[in-house]
């Protein structure tokens, strides 16, 4: 058990570049989440997989947000034009379906947009 | 909607025991969590509560839940420097989902 992996670890980007980040869950974890999180706020969840299928997206992502999971394995968060407000830690997280309310949260991709 | 309350700071002396707490209003809410997450890290579960349980006790940690009051609590025995981080309570918002909500964390200082 490696834990759950997040590349980058820190991006910064111009305003209106697209950025594109890497999720590696806890291997055999069929489930993957996406949370958001401003400084001095808790995270907010954003997305989440079981194995390849996206289940849910919350309202917060809007259409600039893309999540995949192609393999049911790691998965990709994209962000197209980016906005000064997109700046944040995004959060990964996972969980097996049958011990679904432990949730392993990675290190994080901390993203600052100038 | 739903809303997960806690108060921003806690500061204590090495030793003395730390208690943080949480309200919560989704009276649906199936688990409570507690989340510790130190400086430049992701958050790391410490332990979570079914929601028909009163407590729940795990080393120096006790959780107790009063579902009524929507009232949830951490209490650290024996608070060590090393304790010192934001502890984030989170609610789930439907069973079974790992969809959490999360208050906007307490930050417990440690004093030696």
């Known amino acids: 058990d490696t834990g759950v992996s997040q590349d980058p670890r820190h991006k910064i980007t111009k305003r209106g570049q697209n950025v594109t980040f890497r999720c590696d869950p806890i291997?055999?974890?069929?489930?993957l989440y996406w949370y958001r999180q401003t400084l001095g706020q808790g995270p907010e969840f954003l997305t989440y997989f079981q194995n390849e299928a996206q289940l849910e997206k919350s309202r917060l992502l809007s259409d600039r947000f893309s999540a995949e999971r192609p393999k049911g394995s790691f998965s990709t968060l994209e962000i197209q034009r980016t906005e000064q407000g997109d700046s944040a830690m995004y959060l990964c997280?996972?969980?097996?379906?049958?011990?679904?309310?432990?949730?392993?949260f990675g290190s994080g991709t901390q993203l600052s947009v100038l | 909607g739903e809303d997960v309350e806690q108060s921003l700071f806690l500061s204590v002396r090495e030793g003395d025991s730390s208690v943080i707490n949480c309200t919560y209003t989704d009276s649906s809410s199936t688990y409570l969590y507690w989340y510790k997450q130190e400086p430049g890290a992701g958050l790391q579960l410490l332990t979570y509560i079914f929601s028909n349980m009163d407590m729940k006790q795990d080393q120096r940690l006790t959780v107790l839940l009063n579902k009524k009051d929507k009232h949830l609590s951490l209490r650290i025995a024996d608070t060590q420097t090393g304790d010192s981080a934001i502890y984030f309570c989170?609610?789930?918002?439907?069973?079974?989902?790992?969809?959490?909500?999360f208050g906007q964390g307490t930050t417990l200082q440690v004093k030696p």
């Open positions: 997280a996972s969980s097996l379906v049958r011990d679904s309310p432990k949730l392993f």
């Open positions: 291997s055999e974890h069929n489930r």
């Open positions: 989170a609610e789930s918002m439907e069973s079974n989902t790992g969809k959490l909500i």
